[in-house]
């Protein structure tokens, strides 16, 4: 089962940054938060992840509560290229992953 | 060269028929997975691959059948498959020491008769 918690869709305007939410009340010590997206009917794509620390890359920012136990995805400047569905799954770091994909957040960019 | 590729792009087949999805990539990643997506779900692992030898199979049936010849390549066989089985199937790799990101392929989206 998925361990994470996210509202079903959001809306966002282009040009504007895209703040996506993520529960996960239940991770371990170890684990991490890795958010994926997944544009229509195209493969899932990787963005960012991250343990405790805030992340960022060319994609997006990842601000991780103190407690870990939610975070939050941020996309800087949402194009309407950004419109996709956005998952937030924990998981370990070392080895393999069992990606355990939860029904994630529909993100709609508008004009 | 940071792609996973998948061939066909789409299939159908009746379910009496033998056919096999193809997935490649050439990172050097030593994991490979496969994945099913029905629609409008979220993808669910089917199978993980480290070091070519299979080391989870998510109690999928055995008319799939997973094959992985070599470390760029892996392969899965379908045989007798019913019409619920129409899905996307899709391909992943990632390092397997350290590795932290799965880059996927763009799937086999397979109908069943």
């Known amino acids: 089962d998925a361990k994470t918690t996210q509202p079903p869709s959001m809306d966002c305007a282009e040009g504007r940054a895209a703040n996506l939410p993520c529960n996960h009340s239940?991770?371990?010590?170890?684990?991490?938060v890795y958010w994926y997206r997944q544009i229509h009917s195209q493969g899932p794509q990787y963005i960012i992840h991250g343990l405790k620390n805030n992340e960022t890359n060319e994609m997006a920012s990842l601000i991780i509560t103190e407690d870990r136990k939610s975070s939050t995805l941020i996309l800087p400047h949402a194009t309407l290229r950004d419109t996709a569905v956005y998952y937030c799954i924990v998981g370990p770091d070392t080895g393999f992953q069992k990606l355990v994909f939860g029904t994630g957040t529909r993100l709609l960019v508008s004009p | 060269d940071t792609e996973v590729t998948q061939t066909p792009k789409h299939l159908v087949m009746g379910m009496t028929n033998k056919k096999s999805l193809k997935c490649e990539q050439h990172m050097g990643h030593r994991a490979m997975y496969w994945y099913k997506q029905k629609a409008k779900k979220p993808p669910e692992l089917m199978f993980v691959y480290s070091y070519e030898k299979l080391s989870i199979n998510e109690s999928v049936p055995s008319r799939f059948s997973p094959e992985c010849p070599n470390s760029s390549l892996l392969n899965l066989h379908l045989h007798a498959l019913q019409p619920e089985d129409s899905a996307l199937y899709l391909c992943a790799s990632s390092r397997d020491v350290g590795g932290n990101e799965q880059f996927f392929g763009p799937g086999t989206r397979l109908t069943v008769l």
């Open positions: 239940t991770i371990s010590g170890n684990e991490y």
